[in-house]
Structures are given as C-alpha cells and as structure tokens.
C-alpha cells in the first residue's frame, strides 16, 4: 500500500509507550481511545509507513490516522478537543 510519508514522526519514551499500551489492554478503555493509542504505538513502531498502512494494521481510516497523529504530536493526549 503506497501513500506519502507522514512529516508527523511520532517518537514516543517508554514511560508514554508503556501507558498506551496498558490502555489498549484495559477492558474499560473506551473504544475510540484504544483505536487512537494503537494509531500512536503503530506510527511510533514503524515511522517509514505511510497513513494507509497505518490505517489498515489499526482497523481504521487514513483520515482518522493523519487526525490522531498530528493531535498527539500537538496535544499528548487521546482526549476529543
């Protein structure tokens, strides 16, 4: 799957890594919110893939993943503005 190289390169420390991995196991995490930390742990994970690859290993659209990873880079969080 091709796409252009996201300019939003997610680098996360393992302490931020280590947290959004434990939302996406929690049973209570909200769906959304899982759907948002897996697009961060995936761009994070491999930095060369493109927004339609990211999309796809998350189960969601490329517009949601462009969305999500230029918020984290902004805000650092998974919350709705």
Same mark, same amino acid.
């Given at each position: ?15 931020? !890594?280590k947290?959004? *991995?434990?939302?996406? @196991? ?6 959304? &919110?899982?759907?948002?930390?897996k ?9 060369d ?5 990211? !999309?796809?290993?998350? *189960?969601?659209?490329? @517009? ?6 230029? &918020? ?10």
């Amino acid at each position: 799957m091709r796409g252009p190289k996201s300019t939003y390169k997610i680098e996360l420390s393992s302490e931020e !890594a280590k947290h959004l *991995q434990e939302l996406v @196991r929690a049973h209570k995490t909200p769906h959304a &919110r899982v759907i948002r930390a897996k697009i961060v742990l995936t761009a994070n994970a491999h930095p060369d893939w493109s927004a339609p690859q990211i !999309a796809q290993a998350s *189960q969601t659209s490329d @517009r949601m993943v462009r969305k999500w990873r230029k &918020r984290w880079l902004t805000t650092h969080s998974l919350a709705d503005a």
